[in-house]
C-alpha cells in the first residue's frame, strides 16, 4: 500500500505544461453541445457561485516569493544512496560544501504600507527577498520576523504607492462544506486562482506542535505555499501551507493554517519580530478508556505528565509526574495537543491555573509560566500518545527501565512499518547521534525535514544484534 506523503508547496523550478487538443467529435457529440436544458437543471446552473468579480479584487494582493537561500551540504562527495549511512564514510563523509539555491512560494499584502504574509518554509531562512506583484512590479523584501513553530514569517516592502490589500476573515466561523477560493504561485506560474470548499477543521497532519490546519480541496500545488484561502466575502480565512499527495499534485488534500493564528502571531511579528510563547515545562500522554479507569478519571480526557522538568515553572509550582491536567482557567483540556496549543497562546509570565487530577481527586495549581527556551520541546510535543503516531510516522515510543527509547507499537502499512521497525526495537542513535529520549528522535526528523532530507539513519537493537534502518522523512513544507 501507497502511503500519501505530505508535501509543502513552493516550487523550485517552472513546471511545463501540455495542452492536449481534442481534434475530432463525433456528429453525436457535436449536435449535444446545445443541449436542450429544463427549467430546473437551468436554474441549479445559474445557482453554482460565479467567483470572477472576488478574483478580480483580490488578486492584486497575492505576490509571488522569489528567495535566494544558502544551503550547507554535511556529505558533500556521497552519493545520494549512501548518504546517512554506514558506508557514508568511505566517500569523505564530513567534507561541507555550501552552495546557493532558489525557491519559488506566495503572499498576500496585509497593509498597503506594504507588510506581506507568507510562510516560514518559503522565506524565514532566505539570504535575499523579492516580491513580484500581479502587475509585474519586482520589490526587495526584508524579513520583520518569523516563526518557525507556525511556519509564519513577516516579510516588509518599500513601495511609492499604497498597496492593494486583503483582511483577515473569522477563521473560527468558518464551517464544513464552506466555499474556498484559493490564490497563489503554483510552479512559478504566476497568480492562479481554484476554488473548493472547506473539506474539514483542525487537522492534525504531524507537521508541528500547534497543528490545526483547515483541510480543503481547491487545487493547490508546489509554490502555493503562503498564499491565501479566501471566503466568500474576500476575506482571508487560511493560509495555503502544505499537501497531501501520492503524486507530488494536487488530488484534493490540501491544508491551510487558519487565519486566527495567522493574525496573532503576525501582530506579535510586526511589533516585536518574535513569537513571546509561554512554556510549562512538562511533557504529557493522551488518555485512553483503559487508563482512565486505571486512574479513575471520570472521563477519558487530558493530558497525563510523564515527566516534569527539573526547575521549570511545572516543577516550581509543584506538579508532579503522574497528574493529569483537566483544565487551564476553568476551559478544558482535551488532550496534550489541546493543553500545547492553550500554554503556547499565552505570554511568557502570564499565571494560569490549571485543574489537575491527583490521587483521585480535582485540585487546582496556579503556576507562573516562563519565557519558553530557544531549545525547549513544546509542552506535550514530543511526548508518546497512545495510539497516536509520533511526528506523524505512526510510531509510538516509550521510555525502558535503563533509559533506552523502545518502539511500543507500530501502524499497519505506515512509513515506520514499510522501513523495517518492529514493536521491541531499542533505538540506539539517529544519524550518529545518541538516543537519549523520544525527543531526539523527533528533534531529528524536525531538522531532516527542514533541511529536506528523504529519510535519517537509525541505529538500533534487535534482539540483542545491532542493525541499521533509513527512516523515511515527510517533505519539507515548501
Not at 466568500?232 to 491551510?256: C, E, H, Q, W, Y
Amino acid at each position: 500500500m501507497t502511503q500519501p506523503k505530505l508535501r509543502t508547496t513552493r516550487a523550485s523550478i517552472l513546471a511545463t505544461v501540455s495542452l492536449v487538443a481534442l481534434l475530432a467529435l463525433s456528429p453525436i457529440l457535436a449536435r449535444a453541445q446545445t443541449p436542450n436544458v429544463a427549467p430546473a437543471a437551468a436554474g441549479a446552473l445559474q445557482a453554482l457561485p460565479d467567483f470572477s468579480d472576488l478574483a478580480a479584487s483580490v488578486s492584486p494582493a497575492v505576490v509571488q516569493v522569489a528567495v535566494t537561500a544558502t544551503e550547507v551540504d554535511e556529505e558533500a562527495g556521497v552519493p545520494p544512496q549512501f548518504r546517512g549511512t554506514p558506508l557514508a564514510p568511505f566517500f569523505g563523509q564530513g567534507s561541507r560544501q555550501a552552495h546557493r539555491v532558489r525557491g519559488l512560494g506566495s503572499g498576500f499584502v496585509i497593509d498597503p504600507s506594504g507588510y506581506i504574509v507568507t510562510n516560514y518554509h518559503v522565506a524565514g531562512r532566505a539570504d535575499a527577498i523579492q516580491i513580484v506583484f500581479a502587475d509585474g512590479t519586482r520589490l526587495p523584501a526584508k524579513r520583520i520576523g518569523a516563526d518557525a513553530r507556525t511556519d509564519i514569517a513577516l516579510l516588509k516592502v518599500e513601495s511609492s504607492k499604497p498597496l492593494v490589500a486583503v483582511a483577515f476573515g473569522d477563521s473560527d466561523a468558518v464551517r464544513i462544506g464552506q466555499w474556498v477560493l484559493a490564490v497563489g504561485n503554483p510552479f512559478g506560474l504566476g497568480g492562479t486562482v481554484t476554488a473548493g470548499i472547506v473539506s474539514a477543521r483542525a487537522r492534525d497532519i504531524g507537521a508541528g506542535p500547534y497543528d490545526d490546519f483547515l483541510q480543503i480541496d481547491a487545487a493547490i500545488n508546489q509554490g502555493n505555499s503562503g498564499g491565501p484561502s479566501f471566503g466568500r466575502d474576500g476575506k482571508v480565512i487560511g493560509m495555503n501551507t502544505a499537501i497531501f499527495s501520492p503524486n507530488g499534485g494536487s488530488v484534493g488534500l490540501g491544508f491551510a493554517i487558519p487565519s486566527n493564528l495567522v493574525r496573532k502571531v503576525v501582530d506579535q511579528l510586526r511589533a516585536h519580530g518574535s513569537v513571546d510563547r509561554a512554556w510549562l515545562g512538562v511533557q504529557t500522554q493522551g488518555i485512553d478508556e483503559t487508563l482512565a479507569a486505571a486512574l479513575k478519571l471520570p472521563s477519558a480526557q487530558g493530558a497525563l505528565i510523564g515527566s516534569v522538568q527539573k526547575n521549570s515553572p511545572a516543577d516550581q509550582a509543584g506538579l508532579r509526574r503522574g497528574d493529569v491536567i483537566l483544565a487551564l482557567d476553568s476551559s478544558a483540556i482535551g488532550d496534550p495537543r489541546d493543553l500545547s496549543r492553550r500554554v503556547g497562546d499565552l505570554a511568557s509570565g502570564t499565571k494560569a491555573t490549571f485543574d489537575v487530577w491527583r490521587d483521585g481527586h480535582r485540585i487546582a495549581t496556579t503556576v507562573a509560566l516562563g519565557a519558553a527556551p530557544a531549545d525547549a520541546a513544546p509542552v506535550a510535543a514530543t511526548a508518546p500518545e497512545p495510539q497516536t503516531p509520533v511526528a506523524g510516522l505512526g510510531l509510538r515510543l516509550a521510555r525502558g527501565g535503563q533509559g533506552e527509547t523502545i518502539v511500543a507499537e507500530i501502524a499497519q502499512d505506515g512509513m515506520a512499518e514499510q522501513a523495517g521497525l518492529r514493536p521491541g526495537d531499542v533505538l540506539l542513535e539517529v544519524d550518529r547521534q545518541k538516543i537519549r529520549s523520544p525527543n531526539d528522535l523527533a528533534t531529528a526528523l524536525r531538522t531532516a525535514r527542514q533541511n529536506q532530507r528523504p529519510g535519517i539513519a537509525l541505529f538500533l537493537s534487535r534482539d540483542g544484534q545491532p542493525l541499521y534502518l533509513a527512516l523515511p522523512v515527510p517533505p519539507v513544507r515548501g
